[in-house]
Structures are given as structure tokens and as C-alpha cells.
């Protein structure tokens, strides 16, 4: 990620250009925390598949989305992001884990205690993975072009960076990601290809 290369974490020799160096900078990664809640039993809280879960929250509340039994699985999907999602990963997965719970039984009641199997339940933790920093990239204001300087070829089309935060329509997700994997891979194809260099 973008993060990992502005941070210094991987290290090029030579360095990467000033221009791809301040686009590193101009993605950062934010976070959005998901969750997967299992179902405890047959009660799916008069929640169609794929029916948001949501309370109207007031300023300076933080809001927390949920998407009931996608594709019919027995589990829900809980989203929270933001300055609020950054706090509880820094809390432990248990603090997490509360919350989900909380706002689930501020819109379902103790019903919703007995619904999940809250043992079970499963957090992405990609804020302190080491590997990530993050979940998906944003532009800060002023530097949407550094999607498109990112993803420019380099050494001769030999070194080409890829993933969602080059995608200059499909950042942040796994689309934008394998599409631009997929364009860094020929074009270094092409580049190393006898009769190029």
C-alpha cells in the first residue's frame, strides 16, 4: 500500500522519483473496520438478505452500518469507520466486538444479544497490520492526479507500482487493484520482451 511506501517501510535504490514520492503522500490509507457477526440461531431479526441496518445518529455520534444475510449467508456485516474505528482497533478486538454489540441492541433490543454468537465473531484489523497501515486509500485535497503519477511506468517501464490506490476510477476496491495489477504486469511484460532493451 501507499501507506507502507511513504512511511519508508520498503525502501527503493535509487529512490523513487520526488513526484511519486509526494504522491505516496497525497493517498493515505483511512480505515474502515468490518465486521462478520454469525447468526446463533434461525432468528435473523425480520432482516431480509441484504437489508441495511442503521440508527439516525445525532452530531458527534458515530455511525455503524450493518447488511443482513448477504446472499442468504447466517451471518451479518457490520462497517465503522473513521476517527471512531481507528480509537476501538487501538482498544483491542474485544472493544470492537462490544460496540458491534451495542449498537445492535440499541436498534434490536436484548434480541439481538442472543441472535449472534458474539464468540464467534470476526474483525478486520488492517489499522495495525503491518502489512497495510489501512484499509483503503483517499486523495487528500489537491492530489487526486496522484493516482495516475503512481501508476506511470519506471526504469524504462521496468518498475511499475500497482494496486487501488494507482485505479483512477476503482480505488479502493479489489477491482482497482487487480486491474491495475494486471496493466503493471504486461507493461513490464512488454518492457523486459526481447527486442526492447
Not at 487526486?144 to 483512477?168: K, N, Q, Y
Request: aromatic content about 8%; proline content about 8%.
Amino acid at each position: 500500500p501507499a501507506s507502507l511506501l511513504a512511511a519508508g517501510a520498503l525502501r527503493f535504490d535509487p529512490p523513487l522519483p520526488p513526484g511519486h514520492q509526494e504522491a505516496l503522500h497525497g493517498l493515505p490509507l483511512g480505515l474502515l473496520t468490518k465486521f462478520i457477526l454469525p447468526a446463533s440461531g434461525g432468528d435473523r431479526l425480520d432482516l431480509p438478505p441484504f437489508a441495511g441496518a442503521e440508527r439516525r445518529v445525532v452530531e458527534g455520534e458515530t455511525r455503524m452500518t450493518f447488511v443482513a444475510w448477504p446472499f442468504g449467508r447466517p451471518h451479518l456485516e457490520g462497517f465503522l469507520g473513521g476517527d471512531h474505528a481507528w480509537a476501538l482497533e487501538r482498544e483491542g478486538q474485544a472493544a470492537q466486538v462490544a460496540h458491534a454489540r451495542e449498537e445492535l441492541v440499541r436498534l434490536y433490543g436484548a434480541r439481538a444479544r442472543r441472535a449472534i454468537d458474539w464468540d464467534r465473531a470476526l474483525v478486520s484489523c488492517w489499522g495495525s497490520d503491518p502489512f497495510s497501515l489501512g484499509a483503503y486509500s483517499y486523495a487528500r485535497p489537491g492530489a487526486a492526479g496522484a493516482r495516475a503519477i503512481l501508476s506511470a511506468p519506471l526504469a524504462d517501464g521496468r518498475l511499475v507500482l500497482a494496486g487501488e490506490h494507482c485505479h483512477p476510477d476503482l480505488a479502493g476496491t479489489v477491482g482497482g487493484a487487480w486491474e491495475t495489477g494486471e496493466a503493471a504486469a504486461a507493461a513490464v511484460a512488454t518492457a523486459l520482451s526481447p527486442g526492447n532493451g
